[in-house]
């Protein structure tokens, strides 16, 4: 199985900060890399996929990027809807498998 | 608009089978969707479990095949999940949802299933 591999696991901010999170694979996935939003006691909610595509209806402050091993999520401008738990998923194999999760607090 | 709901019992005893069903509403599950089964426990990371295509076989994580078995029913557009010989470490909230390729687009809203 590819393991996926995020930092940091947690992280403190502010509104109106940019921030980037990253995220390893254990081999190259090419630009198979998705990106999901999770906030308590909902399901993720997809964001991006194959590493730089927006998902419909996402706002433009989020951004992705990277390809084969190493990629990132940028928060331009962080709102306070932002504030939640982000996982990496790689798309390019199977068994799909998800990074341990970065979540993202009010400083 | 897709729709997916996950029902099942809650609770589940140890070396008993786990047994969830996910109905889908706004989309026929005979349609262009993939659709599957992921896990997440307490804390810890999401884990694919499986999925299938309608009109084709259902396929399983290898950490899980051996006790999980997926089956579909186009006429309730309903596909459930059963897990067999649980423990106390498939405790978790099983979210149901649907798949284009390894993306996982619309999700249930997850249910908690305990093994105790």
């Known amino acids: 199985d590819i393991q996926m591999t995020q930092s940091p696991s947690s992280l403190s901010a502010s509104v109106g900060d940019r921030l980037t999170i990253t995220c390893r694979a254990s081999q190259s996935i090419r630009s198979y890399l998705n990106w999901y939003q999770q906030k308590p006691g909902k399901a993720p909610n997809l964001l991006i996929h194959d590493a730089s595509r927006l998902q419909s209806g996402v706002p433009s402050r989020f951004s992705g990027s990277g390809s084969g091993t190493d990629f990132t999520l940028t928060i331009s401008s962080l709102q306070p809807e932002d504030f939640a738990t982000y996982y990496c998923?790689?798309?390019?194999?199977?068994?799909?498998?998800f990074g341990q999760g970065t979540k993202l607090e009010i400083k | 608009q897709v729709q997916l709901q996950e029902s099942g019992p809650g609770l589940v005893k140890p070396s008993e089978t786990l047994s969830l069903t996910c109905t889908v509403s706004g989309y026929s599950i005979s349609s262009d969707y993939y659709w599957g089964w992921i896990r997440q426990p307490p804390g810890k990371r999401l884990e694919w479990i499986g999925s299938f295509y309608h009109s084709g076989s259902p396929y399983y994580n290898p950490s899980l095949k051996s006790r999980v078995t997926i089956s579909v029913d186009t006429s309730k557009n309903q596909f459930s999940l059963k897990l067999s010989s649980v423990t106390a470490a498939d405790t978790a909230v099983y979210y149901c949802?649907?798949?284009?390729?390894?993306?996982?687009?619309?999700w249930g809203q997850g249910t908690l299933v305990t093994v105790s």
């Open positions: 949802a649907s798949v284009t390729g390894w993306n996982f687009h619309h």
């Open positions: 998923q790689q798309s390019y194999s199977s068994p799909a498998t």
